[in-house]
């Protein structure tokens, strides 16, 4: 059974029980789809994101200043099963706006989800994410994220939604929703156009007003080919507390 792990779900939701909103920069910015690599295969997923225009001030301080830094993670995959991935992000990284460049820290990641979703035209999963983060990057030394995936597709076109909710394990009324939403359209196997939406409406428990709500919307296009999958897009802010623009790129390989 897919789920069968349920004593993994149940040891991460305890633990968000134990224990002031701490964002931090965004190292991977993607819609999960839950398609796994095959069992007993690996990959390599690189993660580049540039805000050539953005914010100037660290979200706390001695915290990375986003305009014109570069945030990105290298993140190792493995196919256990046919409906369990395994993955470390390893190392999450920073170059900063005057060149210097910084390790930000360590994720260890686990992907459940329905066989073969990428050809079904109904799918779902779940992904479970640990952080070790440095004080440079997160005021909170480690941090998790749940992040379902939900997904449809029919003639070419594609709907995926992952609500996520992210924890800085100090109760449940800290939980943060940041869910992103990916619509596309696949005019050929091999190349895909999407619009994403990335959005950050605060803890649970309150919320933040409009104006404080991170909203970003990016144009993506996708390349699929035998050995190796490139995306790239970019992205607009659409509120005062979101960077103005962002430019995104992922490089995965297939080993």
């Avoid at 305009?67 to 990284?93: C, D, H, I, K, M």
Wanted: include cysteine; hydrophobic fraction near 40%.
């Amino acid at each position: 059974m897919i789920f069968g792990s349920g004593r993994f779900f149940a040891l991460i939701c305890a633990s968000l029980v134990s224990g002031s909103r701490v964002l931090a920069q965004s190292d991977e910015i993607q819609v999960y789809t839950g398609e796994l690599e095959s069992p007993g295969k690996a990959n390599l997923t690189s993660h580049a994101n540039y805000t050539p225009n953005g914010r100037t001030i660290a979200e706390f301080p001695g915290g990375v200043v986003p305009e014109r830094s570069l945030n990105g993670a290298f993140e190792w995959a493995y196919g256990v099963n046919q409906w369990f991935e395994a993955g470390t992000y390893l190392p999450v990284y920073t170059l900063t706006r005057d060149r210097k460049l910084q390790l930000d820290g360590v994720k260890l990641r686990t992907l459940f989800a329905l066989p073969h979703a990428e050809s079904r035209s109904f799918f779902y999963g779940v992904n479970f994410e640990l952080s070790f983060n440095s004080r440079r990057w997160d005021e909170t030394r480690n941090s998790g994220e749940i992040r379902p995936i939900i997904g449809a597709r029919r003639d070419g076109w594609e709907l995926i939604v992952n609500p996520i909710l992210d924890t800085s394990f100090d109760g449940l009324g800290n939980l943060e929703f940041a869910p992103c939403v990916r619509l596309a359209y696949n005019p050929s196997p091999g190349l895909a156009l999407a619009i994403e939406h990335y959005a950050d409406f605060g803890p649970l428990e309150h919320g933040d007003r409009g104006e404080q709500q991170e909203h970003n919307l990016f144009a993506v296009a996708d390349f699929a080919r035998t050995h190796f999958d490139l995306e790239t897009g970019i992205g607009f802010g659409l509120t005062k507390a979101s960077d103005n623009l962002i430019l995104k790129t992922i490089f995965a390989h297939r080993f």
